[in-house]
Antibody, heavy 118, light 107 residues
């Protein structure tokens, strides 16, 4: 069955970076997009962007350009998101999701909490 | 970017009631609209795609409709396990954008 397993919670200091992982299983990793979503506690969902592991192509929402960087390791079926220059505004849950060929986010990871605090 | 306006922001209903949540797109999204359910502390789960197609395993009391810029999610015979936050998302264009969410509570 399709699963997306995300890495554990992160506590980071302002100005540093964190790298979140999303390990896929149960399907052909290189045939589907992986997208990332931000959710601050008690708030709505913000779509960050996606990576296509098949060719490494990426797309970033304007708001997250320069903040997020996507990579993928096809040998381990793992997608990564690097969040840089962290501020307290980056404290949130981050989800990865598989986007099918029609643009539908059909499977989601369990989410990871990132806390930015000095 | 396509803006998604979801209403109401919160909703209180009794068990067995029928509830409807609306989503308005800022431009025609040609039925490329999904609905998600998010329970507290969990990730969103796909309920409906292509505006009216029920995802596998989703109870038939959930239904979606709409076209163009206007879409809705209806829940018939509300159950206690339906208490959640519901989001719409357009997948017609990038960036994919979400509605602000509807928090559904029991009266």
């Amino acid at each position: 069955q399709v699963q997306l397993q995300q890495s554990g919670a992160e506590l980071a200091k302002p100005g540093t970076s964190v790298k979140l992982s999303c390990k896929a299983s149960g399907y052909t990793f290189t045939s589907y997009y992986i997208y990332w979503v931000k959710q601050r506690p008690g708030q709505g969902l913000e779509w960050i962007g996606y990576i296509y592991p098949g060719n490494g192509g990426t797309y970033y929402s304007e708001k997250f350009k320069g903040k997020a960087t996507f990579t993928a390791d096809t040998s381990s079926s793992t997608a990564y998101m690097l969040l840089g220059s962290l501020t307290p505004e980056d404290s949130a849950y981050y989800f990865c999701a598989r986007e099918d060929t029609e643009g539908i986010g059909d499977y989601w990871g369990q989410g990871v909490m990132v806390t930015v605090s000095s | 970017d396509i803006q998604m306006t979801q209403s109401p922001a919160s909703l209180s209903a009794s068990l067995g009631e029928t509830v409807t949540i609306e989503c308005l797109a800022s431009e025609d999204i040609y039925s490329n609209l999904a609905w998600y359910q998010q329970k507290p502390g969990k990730s969103p789960q796909l309920l409906i795609y292509y505006a009216n197609s029920l995802n596998d395993g989703v109870p038939s009391r959930f239904s979606g409709s709409g076209s163009g810029t206007q879409y809705s999610l209806k829940i018939n015979s509300l159950q206690s396990e339906d208490v959640s936050i519901y989001f719409c998302q357009q997948n017609y264009d990038s960036p994919r954008t979400f509605g602000g969410g509807t928090k559904l509570e029991l009266k």
